[in-house]
């Protein structure tokens, strides 16, 4: 990026702050739409204090959607510039920006690549995609006290942010009522249904045990997926060795709508987390359907997504500390179910909590005002 861009590789002093003059913050995405990544972008920009801050979003994708218009609404200039990466830098500089945060990179080619370059004096990332850069273009890391280990410093080439609570004000998912049963998606209703429904890429062999270990307890056990049977010959070959069939417990479903997405979360038991990185937006999304959920957090923040969203709640009785008791979690939250409905219940009443969480925000902004006053 250097030898094809050196105008934009010079370091910058941060612009001097005149009298009433506001903080200047830009948000660079290809993803400023309906996507996991950066669904959670919109509270910091909702409830951002505008007498202090002038926010700018550049839009480097082409999927606008009513999110977009979220991000609309809540910048003070918004400029969509498709697949133009050059035209996006000139503009990003030309705004004299104090701080550039991108919410992801490691996702879309062209963001990193921008990364790569030095367009504004301050930049930092955010845990749309959480891991590291490597950059050293790359100044800070957005996370959360709630998501890193002690050592977490260790783990990146950015200094470290640490944010309150989860670090994001994600706003309250829409859940609607009930107006389907199992049987629409071919299940009973004495099945115990664990809701399976990550990416399949984020479901490790080395813990495909662990569904056959539950299931070898709960004969009504139905592991239900919801994106696509890539872990079939996997989960035969798991079920097999405890000499079952897998085919008796896991269920592939097409899904073809977001109304069906919650209508299965709303039907199921039990949510299970996945190992090393834990679910993001399908665990708010979980818990504002009030579903227990199983998860054993990993040694890097990715693994403690859904563990500081449950330590935020209050409601920590189904965070395992290793495998084996992740086991005995499933299989009791699977054949008690009055403590089932306890657990959802006390999820219920502790939302407020967790969604559109505005200290965080205050921490975010925080930060920013020290980081200028620094520079100045």
Not at 62 to 69: E, G, I, K, R
Not at 151 to 168: C, D, F, M, R, T
Not at 265 to 287: H, K, P, Q
């Amino acid at each position: 990026m250097a030898a094809n861009f050196p105008q934009w590789v010079v370091p910058l002093s941060s612009p001097q702050l005149q009298s009433q003059e506001k903080i200047r913050i830009g948000y660079a995405s290809h993803y400023l739409h309906s996507y996991s990544g950066t669904l959670w972008l919109t509270g910091w920009l909702r409830y951002c204090d505008h007498q202090k801050f002038e926010i700018y979003c550049y839009y480097t994708g082409n999927q606008a959607d009513p999110v977009t218009q979220k991000f609309k609404d809540y910048s003070n200039f918004f400029y969509h510039m498709p697949d133009n990466l050059p035209a996006v830098c000139e503009q990003i500089v030309a705004d004299k920006l104090h701080i550039l945060v991108y919410p992801e990179i490691g996702m879309d080619a062209p963001t990193m690549q921008m990364a790569g370059l030095r367009l504004a004096p301050v930049q930092c990332t955010a845990w749309g995609h959480p891991v590291t850069t490597g950059l050293p273009t790359i100044d800070y890391f957005l996370s959360s006290e709630l998501m890193e280990a002690e050592n977490a410093q260790e783990h990146y080439s950015e200094k470290l942010i640490l944010l309150p609570n989860i670090g994001v004000s994600y706003p309250k998912p829409y859940i609607p009522q009930v107006i389907k049963t199992r049987s629409n998606y071919g299940l009973c209703d004495d099945d115990v249904i664990y809701l399976c429904c990550q990416a399949p890429f984020k479901y490790l062999p080395q813990y495909d045990f662990i569904l056959a270990e539950i299931a070898s307890r709960i004969p009504k056990a139905k592991f239900v997926f919801l994106r696509g049977t890539v872990l079939k010959p996997r989960l035969q070959r798991a079920f097999a060795a405890l000499g079952l069939n897998s085919q008796d417990y896991c269920v592939h479903l097409n899904i073809p709508e977001r109304l069906d997405y919650l209508m299965i979360n709303l039907l199921s038991d039990v949510y299970l987390d996945t190992f090393t990185w834990s679910g993001g937006n399908t665990s708010l999304e979980a818990i504002a359907c009030n579903l227990p959920i199983v998860t054993c957090p990993g040694e890097f923040m990715r693994g403690r997504h859904t563990d500081s969203f449950l330590k935020l709640l209050g409601v920590t009785d189904t965070i395992a500390k290793n495998e084996a008791e992740y086991i005995e979690i499933a299989v009791k939250l699977g054949i008690d179910p009055v403590w089932r409905c306890n657990i959802s219940e006390r999820i219920s009443q502790r939302q407020n909590y967790l969604f559109d969480d505005q200290v965080c925000v205050a921490g975010l902004e925080t930060f920013y005002q020290q980081v200028v006053d620094k520079s100045s």
